[in-house]
């Protein structure tokens, strides 16, 4: 695949002096003939269909064509099974921060609420502040205020008789 183009190797013997490594590892496991042609989908190639044969010159110019055409069609499923996650993740993520702003949204209405005379710039600032000193994301910090959890600081407290715990 990282040449582009199918290589056919007739026989594993004869390949030693160009394929060290492949010739000697074929024909410990019996392989004396092979073609590999490039799964290429667009300009990206995504792998090779690897085809073997446990006799020399087991694969003729129209095996080679025929296994061209399959390699190309296993290339754009390929291609399209990988779009396709990749745009189920990407709407998981925008889903999962739709919910997340609401929450953040509703959290900073809360704070404007418990302190007439902040902005939501200000209030947006306190919640960041707060993730910051945390070490918690914005949107577990909303999180907590919105459903009335009691504030659990990371860092060190005082107990009523003075000391650090």
């Known amino acids: 695949w990282r040449l582009g ?22 024909q410990d496991n019996g392989v004396l003939s092979s073609v590999s042609l490039p799964l290429v989908a667009g300009v990206s ?38 779009a396709y996650w990749e745009a189920r993740s990407l709407g998981d993520h ?11 949204e509703q959290a900073k209405g809360m704070l404007m609420a418990r302190s007439p005379g902040i902005t939501a710039d200000e209030a947006f600032d306190m919640l960041r502040s707060a993730s910051q000193r945390e070490n ?21 407290t005082r107990r009523p008789d003075g000391c650090v715990k």
């Open 5 to 26: 183009w199918p290589v056919r190797i007739d026989d594993t013997a004869l390949a030693a002096e160009r394929y060290p490594a492949f010739a000697r590892s074929a």
């Open 45 to 82: 190639g995504l792998g090779a269909l690897n085809l073997y044969a446990r006799i020399p010159n087991g694969f003729s110019d129209e095996d080679e064509a025929i296994g061209a055409d399959l390699a190309t069609a296993a290339a754009v499923v390929l291609a399209n099974s990988g």
């Open 94 to 104: 925008l889903a999962e921060a739709m919910l997340s702003r609401a929450e953040i």
């Open 136 to 156: 918690i994301k914005v949107r577990d910090i909303a999180k907590r205020i919105t459903r009335h959890q009691p504030w659990r600081s990371a860092g060190p």
